[in-house]
């Protein structure tokens, strides 16, 4: 990655993306624009090593933002990012991710890929989440970006033998793979990734909508 290059430009608008988004209800966009470009220019000053500078400069206006809002007396808890990834992308963490994004009301930045995506979910799956009251999120299966790695809180590995990717914190999930399994098996599925995708949000401090009973009472059966 060069200085300037389309690729090296592509990341920092990435960057400039995804803290506008994590931090809209804290700071304006001039604001953090205003900060990335000041990281920025400290960042390539050096010019050493481009292709680290977008990761750098995502991780220190983060932080910078964050010591501003301490100080103004701000809120000081971004949105959290969460990627979910699974071998193909077409059950597991197409429905956790959606799942995440439903239960949390939309106070987590969720995607999902795969390690090996086989380009079509699995046919249940939309079902299964409309039951709940659930929109599929993105029905697209993509594969692990490298981008989305570095941006993520936490990573969420569902049923994967090994771990192709890092971030922050990992997570492994073992769940049942509901490719070619039928609508009953891939219901189950779905009850344990919610359990799971709970769970998830408790521990990251965000509210979960009430779900009065559960979704998994209300879903038709």
């Avoid at 963490?93 to 999902?112: I, N």
């Avoid at 989440?129 to 599929?136: A, H, I, P, Q």
């Avoid at 029905?139 to 922050?168: F, K, M």
């Avoid at 039928?182 to 521990?203: I, K, N, P, Y």
Wanted: aromatic share 4%; charged share 25%.
């Amino acid at each position: 990655m060069e200085l300037l290059s389309k690729v090296y430009e592509h990341a920092m608008e990435r960057v400039l993306r995804t803290l506008t988004e994590r931090f809209k209800d804290r700071f304006g966009p001039d604001e953090v624009a205003q900060v990335v470009a000041h990281g920025r220019r400290e960042l390539e000053a050096t010019g050493r090593h481009p292709e680290f500078i977008p990761v750098l400069l995502e991780h220190w206006a983060r932080d910078e933002l964050l010591a501003t809002a301490r100080a103004e007396g701000r809120p000081v808890s971004p949105l959290p990012k969460v990627l979910f990834v699974c071998e193909h992308n077409e059950g597991r963490s197409q429905m956790a991710a959606s799942l995440a994004e439903h239960l949390s009301g939309g106070h987590v930045l969720v995607r999902s890929a795969g390690v090996h995506p086989t380009g079509a979910l699995n046919p249940h799956a939309g079902r299964v989440l409309s039951e709940r009251g659930v929109d599929l999120q993105h029905p697209v299966p993509s594969p692990v970006n490298e981008d989305a790695v570095d941006a993520a809180d936490v990573v969420v590995l569902i049923g994967c033998l090994s771990s192709p990717v890092a971030g922050r914190r990992t997570v492994h999930w073992d769940v049942e793979d509901p490719h070619g399994q039928d609508l009953g098996t891939v219901r189950h599925v779905a009850d344990v990734l919610e359990t799971r995708v709970r769970e998830l949000l408790s521990e990251l401090e965000v509210a979960i909508l009430d779900r009065s009973p559960s979704m998994v009472e209300a879903a038709a059966r």
